[in-house]
């Protein structure tokens, strides 16, 4: 019988030489691919100095830290000063590029969809929002968008009255509560009451919490509880199964579809009551839809809803936010705003529409600047590469020859850090 003591040495000895052997074959591989490369015209772009080189736990738990700290898109920035504008990364043995560079995000938005679009990394989207406009390319991606422009279109999408009903609303809760209140979770509120209103033609009035027709609270929550699951779906099964999430990671996937599919089912149910159309509630964009897809197909139509609904439910109320912030930190901007709108006639029930706000340079310039310093809420895009393409630069000593971004990677661009 082998001796224990013995036996702990030989697998030890096995365990460090396969370590070993995985670096040589790393180092060598990494080798081969520069002089591939090289004679092919391109060059290969930094990569980040990962200590964990297999599953790249430590970009992993550097990238959470700074989520939690709230220094995010700061860490971005001194990754980018560090390797460049262009560098590689890898999570879970998948090689993953970074990117805030112009050229090479012009090329990447140019790139047909037969090379970079919707690939693995968008499993987890997949499975919340289902098949639509967000979360598929390529054909079916065309598809759904020449279907929505027309629904669109005839929802009388650019109607403010539907807006201004429910900023009257805003502004009655916001004169009960008093002077000091937390901007954010009304106006994400008030944005929930109008996007209700136009997609699905149902007034739920969360931003009254009293005559609210939903439990806000619990959807929101559920929304953002799913939102966390697409970004945990990028982790091995095992990993997930092993620090729990698997135990309840269908729950808010089918609280966010059965709330939107309570809607559906009774539009449908609408407008199979009268023959040739819908009953109209309000112009809803529901009603088009099935008008326009042809379709009583109740998960069809859900998952067009919820790829409308899902990807911008908050977008525009934290934009709000911004704008609110920096126009109490600086009381010169917030005055040239006041006096711009008055001038144009809109204190004396001038109509609003997207024409009449055209008319007002000054305060679009103030809202793409607070775009600009808050940057969008999400603040990157995620592409996969389905066929090797070519990115403009990242590559040489100066970071200014062009770059292979081989098939099966994935595409990584840092908005906020442009």
């Keep these: 019988m082998l001796n224990p003591g013995l036996a702990s040495i030989v697998?030890?000895?096995?365990?460090i030489s396969a370590l070993i052997y995985i670096a040589y074959l790393y180092a060598i591989n990494r080798t081969r691919l520069a002089v591939h490369l090289k004679r092919k015209g391109y060059h290969r772009c930094p990569h980040y100095?990962?200590?964990d080189f297999l599953f790249g736990s430590d970009w992993r738990d550097s990238l959470v830290v700074a989520s939690i700290?709230?220094?995010?898109?700061?860490?971005?920035?001194e990754q980018f000063a560090t390797y460049g504008k262009t560098f590689e990364t890898r999570i879970w043995g998948k090689r993953i590029f970074q990117t805030c560079d112009p050229a090479n995000v012009q090329a990447e938005l140019t790139a047909p969809a037969t090379d970079v679009g919707a690939g693995p990394s968008r499993a987890g989207l997949l499975s919340w929002l289902g098949r639509g406009a967000f979360t598929m390319d390529g054909?079916?991606?065309r598809r759904s968008r020449e279907m929505l422009k027309p629904v669109f279109k005839r929802t009388a999408i650019s109607d403010m009255s539907r807006l201004e009903r429910h900023l009257a609303r805003l502004f009655d809760e916001l004169e009960r509560e008093g002077l000091e209140v937390d901007l954010q979770s009304h106006f994400i509120r008030m944005f929930l009451d109008f996007t209700m209103d136009l997609l699905i033609g149902e007034d739920v009035n969360t931003i009254n919490k009293e005559a609210s027709k939903i439990d806000v609270a619990s959807f929101l929550t559920a929304c953002d509880e799913s939102q966390l699951q697409v970004v945990r779906s990028a982790q091995p099964?095992?990993?997930r199964w092993w620090k729990g999430w698997t135990k309840t990671w269908n729950q808010p996937l089918d609280a966010t579809?059965?709330?939107?599919?309570?809607?559906?089912?009774?539009?449908?149910q609408d407008f199979e009551t009268k023959e040739g159309g819908p009953i109209k509630r309000s112009d809803a964009f529901i009603d088009e839809l099935i008008r326009e897809a042809g379709s009583k197909d109740k998960t069809y139509l859900r998952d067009q809803i919820l790829n409308v609904f899902m990807p911008g439910r908050d977008s525009v109320a934290i934009e709000i936010t911004h704008v609110m912030l920096y126009l109490s930190q600086n009381p010169t901007v917030y005055e040239k705003v006041r006096a711009e709108v008055l001038a144009a006639g809109f204190r004396d029930d001038r109509e609003i529409s997207y024409d009449s706000l055209k008319t007002l340079p000054y305060v679009n310039a103030v809202v793409?600047?607070?775009?600009r310093l808050?940057?969008?809420p999400n603040g990157q895009t995620v592409r996969d590469i389905l066929s090797d393409i070519v990115l403009p630069r990242g590559g040489g000593a100066h970071g200014d020859q062009p770059i292979l971004i081989p098939k099966g990677s994935v595409l990584y661009t840092q908005i906020r850090s442009m």
């Design 139 to 141: 054909e079916f991606w």
């Design 368 to 371: 793409n600047e607070a775009l």
């Design 257 to 268: 579809q059965g709330f939107i599919g309570r809607y559906v089912d009774s539009a449908v």
């Design 374 to 376: 808050g940057g969008p």
């Design 237 to 239: 099964w095992i990993v």
């Design 49 to 51: 100095q990962h200590k």
């Design 11 to 15: 697998l030890a000895t096995a365990s």
């Design 69 to 77: 700290a709230g220094t995010r898109q700061q860490w971005y920035r």
